[in-house]
């Protein structure tokens, strides 16, 4: 287990995961432009050794593979997902500490975000240097919950932010905040240890608080310590720690941005001010480049453990599913009992709160994770005057630039509206003509034959 992002760091570079970059990049579109194109080629953590203008070094794609995440957890990756839900039950609380490395440096004069920090302009028409990682975490005043998750950052001015915050909980923490007239207090983390970092992302109920998660996961109690000038709490090892306040009822045109869905997007979001910088001395900048990949990585196995299972159970007849693209579409491999369970699933799927926009069904003789696979089932078992169902006006996903969007007011406050419509394809075979949809194979006595033969031939590593 890694106490911070240092030792992550020190493990992939153990492992061959971790590639330096020595050549000198600017921050401003060049070093994403190596993260994008690089981890198309090979997919490794990129550490940016010479970064123009900064004596502050960059780390990008942490998580770009579930073999990273294994070993942030300290598990092998075949065992990741049965480790990650045993742990998942065992939560460990925060423990509060006095001081911490991230206070070795505290600037509260003169703040200027940029000089302080080598935040990235990732692509050619974003409005400005975005945080990609920020951990923003936040308090309800009332009742003291917390709230963390990583939620896109413009930097607009030296202490100025523009912040993303239309999930809940943060979102309904700012909401009462506005009502009450009064600022929402926040801290926005940078650079945490691997598996506090992915525990922001993990889907979790107002009142659960994500160090609490982080702590079962490795198997510690995570290391807090109390804000300067807000009253919260953050990881004691962080790299960098911004304080502030989003301003009640404050709303500026926040982007483009180049978002998740390979699409530019901008909205009218809140706006922050920075009064605190705190960090370690000789930081670290933790980056993500979007749509590169690692937020697949993050996002899929997060949903697997978390939403999968209680899918599997309330459906009857589905056996497996997958999102793909974000959630945008959901490959769902059923067991038909009756010629219309295809559809009926597919309907349940519409209702199920995935941000979903397309749901293919599929017979237990397809595998759901191999594409090639997947477009056989449509080419071969699917009639599009037969097979297919449309729902209108359902809720839908806000990077989806395709959607229909609208602001509403909720109680002074502008609330983005997001719907979609939706397409459900059933590629599952007729029971009436089950014999006629056997898929060609080599007897199973054979294929047990043969499997140690291949398994003992892909054991071996070729130079």
Same mark, same amino acid.
């Given at each position: 287990?890694?106490?911070?992002?240092?030792?992550?760091?020190? =493990?992939?570079?153990?492992?061959?995961?971790?590639?330096?970059?020595?050549?000198?990049?600017? +921050?401003?579109f060049?070093?994403?432009?190596?993260?994008?194109?690089f981890?198309?080629?090979?997919?490794?953590v990129?550490?940016?050794?010479?970064?123009?203008?900064?004596?502050?070094?960059?780390? /990008?794609?942490?998580?770009?593979?579930?073999?990273r995440?294994?070993?942030?957890m300290?598990?092998?990756?075949k065992?990741?997902?049965?480790?990650?839900?045993?742990?998942?039950?065992? +939560?460990?609380? +925060?423990?509060l500490?006095?001081?911490?490395?991230?206070?070795?440096n505290?600037?509260?004069?003169?703040? !200027?975000?940029?000089? /302080?920090?080598?935040?990235?302009?990732?692509?050619?028409?974003?409005?400005?240097? %975005?945080?990609?990682?920020?951990?923003?975490?936040?308090?309800? #005043?009332? #009742?003291?919950?917390?709230? *963390?998750?990583?939620?896109r950052?413009?930097?607009?001015?030296?202490?100025t932010l523009?912040?993303?915050?239309? *999930?809940? +909980?943060?979102?309904?923490?700012?909401e009462? $905040?506005e009502?009450?007239?009064?600022?929402?207090e926040?801290a926005?983390?940078?650079?945490?240890?691997?598996?506090?970092?992915?525990?922001?992302?993990?889907? /979790?109920?107002?009142?659960i608080?994500?160090?609490?998660? $982080?702590?079962?996961?490795?198997?510690?109690?995570?290391?807090?310590?109390?804000?300067?000038?807000?009253?919260?709490?953050v990881?004691?090892?962080?790299?960098?720690?911004?304080?502030?306040? @989003?301003?009640?009822?404050?709303?500026?045109?926040?982007?483009?941005f180049?978002?998740?869905?390979?699409? %530019?997007?901008?909205?009218?979001?809140?706006? /922050?001010?920075?009064?605190?910088?705190?960090?370690?001395?000789?930081?670290?900048?933790?980056?993500? *480049?979007?749509?590169?990949?690692?937020?697949?990585?993050?996002?899929?196995?997060?949903?697997q453990m978390?939403?999968?299972?209680?899918?599997?159970?309330?459906?009857?007849?589905?056996?497996?599913?997958?999102?793909? !693209?974000?959630?945008?579409?959901?490959?769902?491999?059923?067991?038909?009992?009756?010629?219309?369970d295809?559809?009926?699933?597919?309907?349940?799927?519409?209702?199920?709160?995935i941000?979903?926009?397309?749901?293919? $069904?599929?017979?237990?003789? @397809?595998?759901?994770?191999?594409?090639? !696979?997947?477009?056989? $089932?449509?080419? #071969?078992?699917?009639q599009?005057?037969?097979?297919? @169902?449309i729902? =209108?006006? *359902?809720?839908?996903?806000?990077?989806?630039?395709?959607?229909?969007?609208?602001?509403?007011?909720s109680?002074?406050?502008?609330?983005?509206?997001?719907?979609?419509?939706k397409?459900?394809?059933d590629?599952?075979?007729p029971?009436?003509d089950?014999?006629?949809y056997?898929?060609?194979d @080599?007897?199973?006595?054979? =294929?047990?034959?043969?499997?140690?033969?291949?398994?003992?031939?892909?054991?071996?590593?070729?130079?």
């Amino acid at each position: 287990m890694f106490k911070d992002l240092r030792e992550f760091i020190k =493990k992939l570079e153990e492992e061959r995961e971790l590639i330096h970059i020595k050549g000198r990049l600017s +921050p401003k579109f060049e070093i994403p432009g190596v993260i994008k194109y690089f981890v198309k080629e090979r997919n490794s953590v990129l550490f940016f050794d010479n970064v123009e203008g900064y004596k502050i070094p960059v780390v /990008a794609n942490l998580l770009g593979t579930k073999r990273r995440l294994a070993l942030a957890m300290g598990v092998k990756e075949k065992n990741l997902a049965e480790e990650y839900l045993s742990r998942r039950k065992k +939560p460990i609380k +925060p423990t509060l500490v006095k001081r911490g490395p991230v206070k070795e440096n505290i600037i509260s004069e003169k703040i !200027d975000i940029i000089k /302080a920090i080598p935040v990235l302009t990732h692509h050619e028409k974003d409005a400005g240097p %975005y945080f990609t990682t920020g951990v923003v975490i936040s308090k309800d #005043t009332k #009742t003291g919950i917390r709230s *963390m998750g990583i939620h896109r950052v413009q930097i607009k001015g030296p202490h100025t932010l523009g912040i993303f915050l239309n *999930m809940p +909980p943060v979102a309904t923490f700012l909401e009462r $905040a506005e009502k009450r007239g009064e600022p929402l207090e926040i801290a926005i983390v940078l650079g945490l240890d691997p598996v506090s970092f992915f525990s922001s992302v993990i889907l /979790a109920p107002e009142g659960i608080d994500k160090f609490d998660i $982080a702590g079962g996961l490795i198997g510690r109690s995570v290391s807090l310590v109390k804000c300067e000038s807000v009253d919260l709490e953050v990881p004691a090892n962080a790299e960098f720690v911004l304080e502030g306040r @989003v301003l009640p009822g404050k709303r500026e045109p926040e982007g483009p941005f180049g978002e998740s869905s390979g699409h %530019y997007f901008t909205f009218n979001n809140p706006v /922050a001010e920075i009064e605190v910088i705190t960090h370690r001395n000789e930081p670290i900048y933790h980056a993500l *480049m979007p749509f590169a990949g690692e937020e697949d990585i993050l996002m899929d196995f997060c949903w697997q453990m978390e939403g999968k299972s209680l899918l599997l159970n309330s459906i009857p007849g589905l056996e497996d599913i997958v999102l793909k !693209d974000m959630g945008l579409i959901t490959v769902a491999q059923i067991k038909k009992q009756e010629e219309s369970d295809g559809l009926k699933i597919i309907e349940q799927l519409f209702e199920c709160g995935i941000p979903n926009k397309v749901i293919i $069904a599929v017979d237990e003789d @397809v595998d759901i994770y191999d594409d090639k !696979d997947l477009w056989w $089932a449509i080419s #071969t078992r699917f009639q599009p005057d037969r097979d297919v @169902v449309i729902k =209108k006006d *359902m809720p839908g996903l806000s990077i989806d630039p395709s959607n229909i969007q609208t602001e509403s007011d909720s109680s002074g406050a502008k609330v983005l509206v997001t719907m979609t419509s939706k397409i459900g394809i059933d590629a599952t075979k007729p029971l009436k003509d089950y014999d006629r949809y056997k898929r060609l194979d @080599v007897p199973e006595l054979v =294929k047990s034959r043969i499997r140690p033969i291949i398994e003992r031939y892909l054991a071996v590593k070729t130079p």
